[in-house]
Nanobody
Framework: QVQLVESGGGLVQAGGSLRLSCAAS????????MGWFRQAPGKEREFVGR????????SYADSVKGRFTISRDNAKATVYLQMNTLKPEDTAVYYC?????????????????WGRGTQVTVSS
């Protein structure tokens, strides 16, 4: 009974930046971990990063370390994905997900709730 809505996707030139938002509503007190995933055409869904509502350092996939930053605003029940120095290979549908465990795994199987996704396209 958790709803997630992503926003902020769009078309950007290589080297540019975008900030994605994920607004959570419903029984958010049951969730502990918020994750970002992405999926390009013909590819498996890929872990991007995660953060916990309760604190601790965010974690990132190697492919985005140093370029992407995850943050949160607990009062607004919103998490963000700041994407800098974007590359064409970052083009994908980006999904927000919530899990009711304290998982640090990058596997989608540990996340119970998913948004519908937002398209990010990076042109060269």
């Amino acid at each position: 009974q958790v709803q997630l809505v992503e926003s902020g996707g769009g078309l950007v030139q290589a080297g540019g930046s975008l900030r994605l938002s994920c607004a959570a509503s419903g029984r958010t007190f049951t969730t502990h971990t918020m994750g970002w995933f992405r999926q390009a055409p013909g590819k498996e869904r890929e872990f991007v990063g995660r953060i916990r509502w309760s604190g601790g350092a965010p974690s990132y996939a190697d492919s985005v370390k140093g370029r992407f930053t995850i943050s949160r605003d607990n009062a607004k029940a919103t998490v963000y994905l700041q994407m800098n120095t974007l590359k064409p290979e970052d083009t994908a549908v980006y999904y927000c997900a919530a899990g009711d465990s304290f998982t640090t795994s990058g596997s989608p199987r540990f996340y119970n709730y998913w948004g519908r996704g937002t398209q990010v396209t990076v042109s060269s």
